[in-house]
């Protein structure tokens, strides 16, 4: 009955079914998407772990074969991401209540006086999908509230976002208060958006560039 | 079910309606005065004896008459000249119905090209950094021979968007002659490819035999008649306005065969036509009118077609200028034209000036594809590979061309705008406004897998690199391993024991053996 549930979770993940009204790219398959799965699992008592790795990764590992063969595409990665993310957050207090660490605390925010956040919501969907707990502060956040985030809810991994050449020196400004604040080096500073580069990571501090949501998932499973 | 082509809405027309009567009373004057010098005897007897004012002219070189055609006798033959015309094919499915007064395009090749080029893909090193290699086609230009008028065939045999064939290169092997031309020709496009075929006839004395070869395929006379597989390209009227000898004996001897032919003319503003507009089009324009109104007189009801091929000079040369700007236009007006009279166009567009397909080529054949298509003309032709004006025919330049039609094919879909439509996606906008992300990604999907949004460009390289031509050749030769539908063994027995001259070589099941 367990193996019948984890199966279904995995295919639904495939199929990018967050819940029962969602469809997926088989019309034929219906009955409860990954969040309701996700409960049933646990009601069922099949643990956490089981259910990530079993149901929620081997699902992601097969979207991402078929994206990179073409057969899918982003929207369909970030249906299945955002499937997964939603199964993370019912997830969250069982894994802490069994002392299971998640893949990493990951803050994201489009800096102070950039509005655009099409970007950093796609790669908070993909994160999350990859299993890694975000928060996502939003747009034109404050530098003092970036840093202040860092401070008190110490996130491994910072990605700061922008669009703009005249708002990605705003990145460079955030780098600098955390570093004031004594705080640098307790967090991964990720950039990305259209106007920055590898060089200009280099240029303000940044650990690394990100080129899309992809990169991201890769840059940080690489630091694991 | 016939070939679709594409339905062009709200076809796009430069004349108003009094400019195209314009350009008629004009090309009507023309016709009555100064009228068209005949080179062709029974061309001037025919014309004599329905109406039209015939006089020898003297002293020339070669028998020579002037055909005055009153406007009566024209406009006595545009009626009678089917307003629909049934161009049939080896596989049913490929069958087209023209009809004059839908603007619905099909695409087709041409045309008749000398020379075919090869590519290849040398590697080349950077001096500077040996490490760094790079592959840039060479194209290598030869006489086209009967094998690549094979390999042609069958790769348009696979390509989605062409509709029809006309063969695309001029067999020049050292055992093709005159007398065996046209068998050769027609059987090894016929046998490669299953659309709708039209050629050109090179000698009048093979007529019977081509169209013997397509009775058998068909299975006899009324099978031809009911599924026209073949038909004919006739340049009967060289400009400007002067019936040659051997071809309007040949047209004549098709009309006589109730054959689907087209009236093809093909002026050059600046050397046989005049330079501007207005005398360019009241020019082509009867010329062509003077092909329908033979074809009426020498069997009425003969399903002619309206061809254009009107180009302007290039300046520097006086060539054709296929990439120049005024030569969609004039194709543009002889859509237009054809379309005022119901009769079913068979226009040009989509060859270029330059020799290689590369930036320039691509270009100017995207312009005038776009624009002459827009038009509706119910048969496009020379649309695929064709470079230098009318002389050189490119495989991989074909190849490119089947993407450039796939994107006008889809640009042409009707607007999907109704109230469903619109209360669905009035509901995504209601839906979307209030979630976090604010992201439509989650409606894609079904759409995207509904083939309602066009495919990227098929050609497109995964690097910076333009790798365009290498991904369009491994397309080409992907094609070429595709299996050719022949003509079946008991048929082609009988082709070769009945019809003369075809080439052993060309018998795929004796060559097997």
Request: aromatic content about 6%; charged content about 25%; glycine content about 6%.
């Amino acid at each position: 009955m367990g193996e019948d549930i984890i199966a279904a979770m995995k295919e639904n993940v495939i199929q990018g079914r967050k819940t029962e009204e969602d469809e997926g790219i088989d019309e034929e398959l219906t009955g409860p998407g990954v969040l309701e799965l996700t409960k049933e699992a646990l009601d069922k008592g099949i643990s956490p772990q089981v259910i990530i790795t079993e149901g929620l990764t081997a699902g992601m590992q097969v979207v991402g074969e078929k994206f990179s063969t073409k057969e899918y595409f982003i929207p369909d990665m970030l249906a299945s991401a955002e499937a997964v993310g939603a199964a993370m957050d019912v997830l969250k207090p069982h894994l802490e209540a069994s002392n299971v660490e998640t893949k990493g605390k990951f803050a994201i925010a489009t800096v102070q006086g950039d509005i655009h956040d099409i970007g950093k919501n796609i790669v908070s969907i993909l994160l999350k999908g990859a299993g890694y707990e975000v928060h996502d502060l939003g747009i034109d956040v404050p530098t003092e509230k970036i840093v202040e985030f860092v401070r008190e809810e110490k996130p491994q991994y910072l990605g700061l976002s922008a669009l703009l050449t005249t708002t990605m020196v705003v990145m460079g400004n955030v780098i600098k208060a955390l570093e004031e604040s004594g705080l640098r080096d307790k967090v991964k500073v990720l950039i990305g958006g259209a106007a920055v580069s590898d060089e200009y990571a280099s240029e303000i501090g940044a650990d690394a560039y990100c080129v899309d949501g992809f990169d991201a998932v890769k840059v940080l499973d690489a630091y694991q | 079910m016939p070939r679709e082509g594409i339905l062009v809405e709200k076809p796009y027309e430069r004349m108003t309606r009094e400019q195209v009567e314009q350009i008629h009373q004009a090309s009507i004057e023309i016709l009555s005065d100064p009228g068209l010098m005949s080179f062709n005897r029974e061309a001037a007897e025919i014309f004599d004896g329905k109406g039209a004012e015939v006089t020898p002219v003297s002293p020339s070189d070669h028998p020579c008459w002037l055909v005055r055609i009153p406007e009566k006798v024209v406009i006595e033959a545009l009626d009678s000249a089917p307003k629909t015309v049934k161009l049939g094919a080896r596989n049913p499915e490929n069958m087209l119905i023209l009809d004059g007064e839908e603007p619905r395009v099909r695409f087709i090749t041409g045309s008749e090209t000398n020379i075919w080029l090869d590519v290849d893909f040398p590697t080349y090193v950077k001096k500077s950094d040996p490490a760094t290699e790079i592959q840039v086609p060479e194209f290598h230009p030869r006489r086209g021979t009967v094998a690549d008028l094979c390999k042609s065939a069958h790769v348009c045999e696979h390509l989605e968007t062409v509709d029809g064939y006309i063969r695309t290169v001029n067999i020049q092997d050292r055992d093709i002659t005159e007398e065996n031309k046209d068998v050769n020709k027609y059987f090894a496009s016929l046998n490669n490819n299953t659309k709708h075929f039209m050629s050109g006839l090179t000698s009048l004395k093979q007529l019977d035999n081509v169209v013997n070869m397509a009775k058998i395929i068909v299975g006899g006379e009324e099978e031809l008649r009911e599924n026209p597989i073949i038909s004919f390209i006739t340049c009967l009227v060289k400009s400007p306005l002067q019936f040659v000898e051997d071809t309007t004996d040949t047209f004549i001897e098709i009309c006589r065969r109730g054959l689907p032919l087209v009236v093809s003319s093909s002026p050059q503003a600046g050397s046989t036509a005049p330079i501007k507009e207005a005398g360019i089009m009241a020019q082509i324009n009867a010329e062509v009118l003077a092909g329908i109104t033979l074809s009426q007189l020498v069997n009425k009801g003969t399903p002619v077609i309206y061809g254009s091929v009107p180009v302007r000079a290039r300046m520097d040369t006086l060539g054709d200028s296929y990439g120049a700007v005024e030569t969609s236009q004039y194709n543009v007006d002889c859509v237009q034209m054809a379309r005022f009279y119901r009769i079913p166009n068979y226009s040009t567009a989509g060859v270029c000036d330059t020799k290689t397909p590369g930036q320039q080529a691509s270009i100017e054949r995207l312009f005038s594809d776009i624009l002459v298509t827009l038009s509706g003309p119910q048969y496009l032709h020379c649309a695929y590979g064709l470079l230098d004006c009318n002389s050189v025919f490119c495989l991989l330049q074909a190849v490119l061309d089947d993407a450039h039609f796939q994107m006008i094919k889809f640009f042409l879909r009707p607007p999907r705008i109704d109230e469903t439509e619109i209360a669905e996606v009035l509901k995504q906008i209601r839906e979307v406004v209030t979630t976090p992300q604010k992201l439509y990604i989650s409606y894609i999907r079904k759409v995207m897998r509904s083939g309602q949004l066009s495919p990227p460009y098929p050609f497109e390289g995964d690097g910076e690199t333009d790798s365009v031509f290498k991904i369009a050749y491994d397309r080409m030769q992907e094609l070429l391993e595709k299996p050719v539908e022949h003509i079946d063994k008991a048929t082609t027995a009988k082709i070769f024991q009945e019809i003369p001259g075809l080439l052993p070589r060309l018998n795929v099941y004796e060559e097997r053996r």
